[in-house]
C-alpha cells in the first residue's frame, strides 16, 4: 500500500471531511479518529442529521433564506417592517445582522456575490427576484448590507444600477465595517452601529 494511511477507509473519510472549507487534512484526521472514539448510536445520530438537513431543507420562497418551511420565520413574522429589505450574501449575513437586534425590516439572501474570478455572474444570484419583490411596490427602501470587498462592492454598484429608477431609498452600511472585512465576522455593536448610520448610496461613492 503506497498510501501513508493504515486503511483505505479512513483515507477516503479524511478525504471527504478535508473538502469542507477550513478543513485541512491534520484536522480532518483529527475529526475521523474523533468519531471512530465514538458509539454507532452517536455516529448514526450524526450522520442521519446530515442527511436530514440536505433532504429536507427549505430556501424562503420571499427571501431565500433557509428555512424549515416554504416561507422563513422573519417573512412570516406580523411585526417585521416589510417596506425595507436588507440584502445579504448568504444566511451568515442574517444570523449576524439578526443578533445585533438592531433591524426590523425583511432581508433578500442572493446567495453570493459576483465574482469572475470564480465564475459568479448575475444570473447566478438571486437578483432577478429581487428585483421582482421592489415591482410589487411596498418597498421604501433597499439597504445593501454586502461585504467590503472589491466583489461586494462591484456587487452594489451593479445592484445600484438595477435599483436606481425605482422610486426607493437605496443606502449602503456605514463603513464602520472596515473595507476588506467579511459582515459576519464583524463584531455585534460595529454591525449594529453600521446598520443604524447606513447612508444613501449615492452619496457614498463617486458614480
Sequence with gaps: MNSKYPSTLLENAVNEFSRLPGIGRKTALRLVLWLLRQDNTMVDSFTSTLV????NINYCKICYNISDD???????????????????ENIKEVMAIENTSQFR????????IISPIEGIGPNDLQIDSLIERISKGGINEVILALSTTMEGDTTNFYLYKKLVNFDIKVSVIARGISVGDEIEYAD?????????NRTLFNESFKL
Design 70 to 88: 416554504e416561507v422563513c420565520p422573519i417573512c412570516s413574522n406580523p411585526l417585521r417592517d416589510t417596506s425595507i429589505i436588507c440584502v445579504v
Design 52 to 55: 436530514t438537513l440536505k433532504q
Design 105 to 112: 425590516g425583511l432581508y433578500h439572501v442572493l446567495g453570493g
Design 188 to 196: 455585534e455593536i460595529t454591525l449594529g452601529r453600521s446598520i443604524l
